[in-house]
């Protein structure tokens, strides 16, 4: 479970984040639904340690990020904004590293890198050098390294750009079947369909501030609408830097 609380957080006169709250349950997918600016990825970067917030809690499992950072990491599958591979490293090489700093090691590193490349269907590419791997691929390859020591909770930001449509379905089925076994999933989009078919619940974030939260038919129910993308245009009072 992932809990934020009253976060701020400013860059220089600019801020990104002005009191956001709210809970990311296990068993659910949690969606950060804003518009482009609106504070999503300041916030996942607080939760993972990346950032430290100026005022506000952020917990993970009920540890305080900012007091115990490498308990949280543990706990944490992390699909950044913004991810290279070691290109010079094959698939297996690259998550056989990140295993490593997560702490495994012999044969319960090996088989739960052999667990994620089977669960990924990735073991055609398991042993090339990921130079020159399709966006699908990567994606593949940054899931499997991020799950690899099987955390709770997985944050992933915006984790659908850039991905065909059979690529966004692999990562769907992942992330429902990981939700199935109890997992808490938070990630952000900017993308109204994704987060309607895809999540439990929604935060919808303005400003770096909470706009409304709830179910996606609670939310069309809040604002008299039929569709999310309405009720989001009604919530947050404007349809700039959304996509259907
Ligand atoms: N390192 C930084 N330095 C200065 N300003 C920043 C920095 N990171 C974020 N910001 C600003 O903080 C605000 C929130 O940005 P953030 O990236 O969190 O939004 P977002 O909701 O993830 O947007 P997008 O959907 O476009 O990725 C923006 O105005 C952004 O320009």
């Known amino acids: 479970m992932i809990e934020v609380n009253n976060l701020h957080k400013s860059f220089k006169s600019l801020k990104a984040l002005d009191g956001l ?3 990311a349950k296990d068993g ?36 305080d990020v900012a007091k ?11 699909f950044p904004d913004k991810f290279g591979l070691f290109e010079r490293l094959t698939a297996y090489e690259q998550i056989d590293y990140f295993a490593s700093i997560q702490g495994l090691s012999g044969k319960t590193k090996k088989e739960a890198i052999e667990r994620v490349i089977a669960d990924l269907e990735m073991e055609e590419l398991a042993h090339r050098k990921t130079q020159g791997f399709s966006q699908g691929q990567r994606m593949k390859v940054t899931l499997a390294q ?30 429902s079947k990981f939700k199935e076994h109890g997992h808490c999933i938070l990630f952000s989009s900017h993308v109204m369909q994704e987060v309607a078919a895809l999540c439990d619940r929604v935060i919808i974030v303005a400003n770096g501030k909470l706009a409304a939260q709830g179910t996606p038919e609670e939310l069309c129910k809040l604002a008299g609408e039929t569709h999310l993308e309405e009720a989001f245009v009604k919530i947050i009072g404007s349809d700039e830097g959304i996509a259907a």
């Open 21 to 23: 709250s709210f809970t």
């Open 68 to 78: 115990q950072p490498l308990d949280v990491r543990k706990r944490l599958g992390i």
């Open 146 to 175: 991020a799950l690899v020591h099987k955390p709770q909770n997985f944050v992933l930001d915006e984790p659908t750009r850039g991905l065909d449509v059979m690529s966004t379905r692999v990562l769907r089925n992942y992330l």
């Open 28 to 63: 659910e997918i949690t969606g950060l639904l804003g518009p482009n600016g609106a504070g999503k990825t300041t916030c996942l970067r607080t939760i993972y340690g990346l950032l430290k917030a100026d005022q506000g809690i952020t917990t993970v499992d009920g540890i």
